[in-house]
């Protein structure tokens, strides 16, 4: 074969691909693109069972848009198209309408007549009791919905086919919450049931990998860590009819790839992108940046508050001093958040938490403090950080690194491998490290309760302190709105003043999202809810 | 020896290969440090009795040597064990994910012999030419960048700025219907399936990762055909035949047949090495392979994919050396006869 005739037929091997690839006519194409929401992950669901064990991130996604519960949260809108969820108001989901007894310990939901499951099968009372039951049997959802009180299926009553009750020991202002999570997802119980067996009463197998539910979308393809295709279920009764009929959830490990394909039009949204991305998209008009302030999560640095020389408060107090909160802000994080610091001395502003500590860069204070703890000189520790964090992680280390120095205290910066860091953190071996981390909920005394106190991995800083610990027993079942912010004043007056961690600014959520998609929503699971979205 | 028995033999021999592979992988993951129990439980709502829970379950509290036999002997009846990255048993994920690996691999490997090989020829026929000198510019310079450097690259080019390859993103456009899985090489069921849009869709996407791949194994290859022709043309054989006054073409064709052997076997060492090497173009191009599968186990403390990649690409390793030898006896038949 010469040259010529190779190049001719490489052309032509080049356009016919071209001709095949748009087989279909062109305005069908067009019209099923823009039917179909293509997301761009960095992860991918690994489960369909809500109340699952070790379920990705991404999992809870996949479990809103397919299951429904019986309420979720209401939205409000927070700018024009982006909106986010409102913990304090809730509408009904499978529920039409429920009824709260006057002592509180009585829930009464009345399901609405029409739902059915994705195989035609009306959703009744018997399902939603039989899923409850699932939930506070497994263990995963079994631990989160025993902070709502919802323990025991003893507690849950099928009234009638469409009328269902919950019982509780004492009113408890988390349990309409918990209901609105994926761990309180409604299953096909007959579909379900119907792949049990005697070693596996509650049919995880199974359900890890089908679903069983009655959501807005069905799922069409299912790939573990690639991807998930969605389409709609058109008799969905859950709410209004979502635009879109059909979503692509793909996994894009390179960052920069996600976002090239936002911009060229390829894909609709693209999640976890770096800081150095998400301010080069800000910049153009062939993307928008959604930006949500997670108020229930924190960006932080923690020591063992156990161990020396961080069970001395002073050194402590003198770590929050030294930190370069500003330059750690912008540096490492461009910015994005919202500042953790910097807060007039005195009484919290507030009973909102996490809110800005007092704490702000003063060298001279902290030397103070330290030569008063009886470290003139500084001392030498490791500081440590996750690898799979290390976009953000990383340069933090080597500016906290930079600025202790200045106060005597020399870091060795350790990288520990992602595998790892859930294992040193539970063992509580790291003395001085950067991370964040979330709750489900904002009320203060959840938030304390899960990071300042407790023999677990969340609680950072092994911090134990009694008057915080009655303080948060008090909070816990306190009714007066009044007497409530008080305790939490108070208990946050302890955390300013005894620094179980300091934290660094509160993260915000963010999507790049191509401009003409509205409606786009905010939810506590931090995924994209494809329900409500539209485009224009 | 005959040669079925020269086989079987052969083939006995990888046995106790493969076993302190699986021994060796088992033990080197459960010394990492890592405890896939706290990984696990990781979820907001994890305590300590949870995660001992879950270390029951998953075995990981018995004694090191009964884990080891446990595992041996689950091995031996065909159970890999379970991913929990990915919720699949990990020989299904494993048989999901290879054909898309070997795929992009082949082409990757089959482009590297179309560029390689003429380029080695070439140079080694006119040593310091242009050609020579370009061979030279274009294996120091594929060997010396690395590889996630050339695709990003290529994806930034070719995707970005000039819109000529699609989205470097998976096999297929997430927008065709694949076609029924047959074969699980994406090619092959299209045209299988006469599912001509599937089939472009999905040779446009092997494009770019493997002229990436290609780029770096294109360097032992093109060098050591260089470095072996040039060898075998100062040899007394290739001297007498000029001598003889053969033609230039048959001269070089014996030529290229003596100068065959080193190359097989370092054209072989590289395939093994880029179906478990290439992780990153896996990772840059969203390849569901088996290379970012096992990255994902490795980031996630999931021992079981790990050891099942590595006792899977100790296979191909062994089959793929295998090949080579069968492949040397074809070329030299002294080489079986001697062994």
């Known amino acids: ?536 | 020896m005959s040669f079925a028995r020269r086989v079987v033999s052969r083939l006995a021999a990888t046995v106790p290969v493969l076993a302190g592979t699986a021994v060796f992988t088992f033990v080197l993951t459960h010394v990492l440090p890592g405890d896939p129990a706290a990984f696990l439980a990781s979820g907001p709502n994890a305590g300590p009795e949870e995660i001992a829970q879950i270390r029951a379950r998953m075995g990981l509290d018995l004694p090191l040597p009964t884990q080891l036999w446990h595992y041996l002997q689950a091995l031996a009846h065909g159970d890999w064990g379970q991913s929990h990255t990915t919720g699949q048993p990990v020989l299904t994920d494993l048989w999901q994910r290879l054909p898309a690996s070997l795929e992009l691999t082949l082409a990757a490997f089959v482009l590297t012999l179309l560029v390689a090989l003429p380029l080695g020829t070439a140079a080694a026929l006119r040593p310091r030419s242009l050609w020579d000198r370009a061979c030279t510019v274009l294996t120091v310079g594929g060997s010396c960048v690395p590889s996630f450097v050339i695709a990003l690259l290529l994806v930034y080019v070719f995707y970005f700025l000039l819109g000529w390859a699609p989205e470097p993103t998976g096999r297929i456009d997430a927008m065709i219907e694949p076609p029924p899985v047959r074969s699980g090489f994406m090619l092959l069921d299209a045209a299988l399936a006469l599912r001509w849009d599937a089939f472009a869709s999905a040779a446009g996407r092997l494009l770019l990762p493997s002229v990436a791949m290609a780029a770096f194994s294109l360097a032992p290859v093109a060098r050591l055909t260089r470095a072996s022709l040039l060898g075998v043309l100062r040899s007394d054989p290739v001297r007498t035949a000029r001598a003889l006054g053969l033609p230039p073409r048959a001269v070089l064709a014996g030529a290229l047949h003596l100068a065959l052997l080193p190359v097989v076997t370092s054209a072989g060492m590289v395939f093994s090495y880029m179906l478990s090497a290439n992780v990153v173009i896996e990772k840059v191009f969203a390849w569901p392979g088996i290379g970012s599968y096992a990255l994902d186990a490795l980031m996630a403390a999931d021992h079981a994919p790990l050891q099942g990649f590595v006792l899977l690409v100790a296979l191909m390793f062994v089959l793929v050396n295998f090949a080579i030898d069968l492949l040397h006896e074809r070329i030299d038949p002294r080489v079986g006869s001697v062994a």
């Open chain 1, 1 to 536: 074969m010469d040259r010529r005739r190779f190049i001719q037929q490489g052309s032509a091997a080049f356009s016919l691909g071209t001709v095949a690839g748009t087989s279909l006519p062109l305005s069908a194409w067009a019209q099923a693109r823009k039917d179909t929401l293509r997301v761009l992950s960095e992860g991918a669901p690994n489960s369909q069972d809500p109340h699952g064990e070790g379920v990705s991130r991404e999992s809870l996604g996949l479990f809103f848009n397919v299951y429904d519960r019986l309420v979720n949260f209401d939205r409000a809108q927070l700018s024009p198209g982006v909106f986010k969820y409102d913990y304090g108001r809730f509408r009904g989901e499978l529920a039409e309408r429920f009824e709260t007894s006057a002592d509180g310990r009585t829930l009464t939901f009345f399901l609405r007549r029409d739902a059915t499951f994705h195989d035609g099968k009306p959703v009744t009372a018997a399902d939603v009791k039989w899923s409850l039951d699932r939930a506070v049997s497994l263990p995963a959802s079994k631990r989160q919905l025993a902070t709502g009180s919802l323990e025991n299926p003893s507690q849950f009553t099928v009234v009638d086919a469409h009328t269902f009750r919950i019982a509780l020991p004492r009113a408890d202002r988390y349990t309409l919450p918990n209901l609105a999570l994926s761990f309180a997802s409604v299953l096909n119980s007959e579909l379900a049931k119907s792949h049990a067996t005697a070693a596996d009463p509650w049919a995880t197998e199974w359900v890890k990998a089908h679903e069983a539910g009655g959501g807005a979308f069905r799922i069409e393809s299912f790939t573990p860590g690639q991807q998930v295709v969605y389409t709609r279920f058109d008799g969905w009764k859950g709410g209004s009819a979502p635009q879109l009929r059909r979503a692509v959830f793909q996994v894009v490990p390179s960052a920069s790839n996600r976002v090239a394909a936002l911009l060229k039009g390829d894909a609709d949204v693209a999640l976890q992108l770096p800081p150095k991305d998400l301010d080069a998209l800000t910049d153009t008009t062939r993307a928008k940046v959604v930006s949500v302030p997670v108020t229930t999560s924190f960006r932080f640095v923690a020591f063992n508050t156990q161990a020396k020389p961080f069970d001395d408060v002073r050194v402590r107090q003198a770590i929050a001093y030294a930190l370069p909160y500003t330059t750690l802000l912008r540096g490492a994080n461009l910015g994005r958040g919202e500042a953790l610091y910097g807060a007039r001395p005195g009484k919290p502003a507030s009973s909102r938490f996490p809110q800005p500590y007092p704490y702000d860069t003063q060298l001279l204070k902290a030397k103070e403090l330290l030569a008063q703890a009886g470290y003139p000189q500084g001392f030498k520790i490791s500081f440590s950080y996750n690898v799979g964090d290390a976009t953000l992680a990383e340069p933090a280390a080597l500016l906290i690194q930079e600025a202790l120095a200045k106060i005597g205290i020399a870091l060795s910066i350790e990288k520990v491998p992602s595998a790892q860091w859930g294992t040193l953190q539970t063992e509580k071996k790291l003395p001085f490290f950067i991370d964040s981390s979330s709750a489900w909920f904002n009320d203060p005394d959840y938030f304390f309760r899960i990071f300042f106190q407790g023999d677990w991995r969340w609680n950072f800083g092994s911090f134990k302190n009694d008057e915080l610990a009655k303080l948060l027993e008090q909070a816990r079942w306190e009714t007066d709105r009044a007497k409530y912010d008080l305790a939490i004043q108070r208990a946050i007056e302890i955390a300013f003043e005894q620094v179980p961690l300091v934290p660094l600014w509160l993260p915000t959520f963010e999507a790049a999202l191509q401009p003409d998609l509205q409606g786009f929503t905010y939810y506590i699971h931090g995924q994209v809810d494809f329900r409500p979205l539209t485009r224009s």
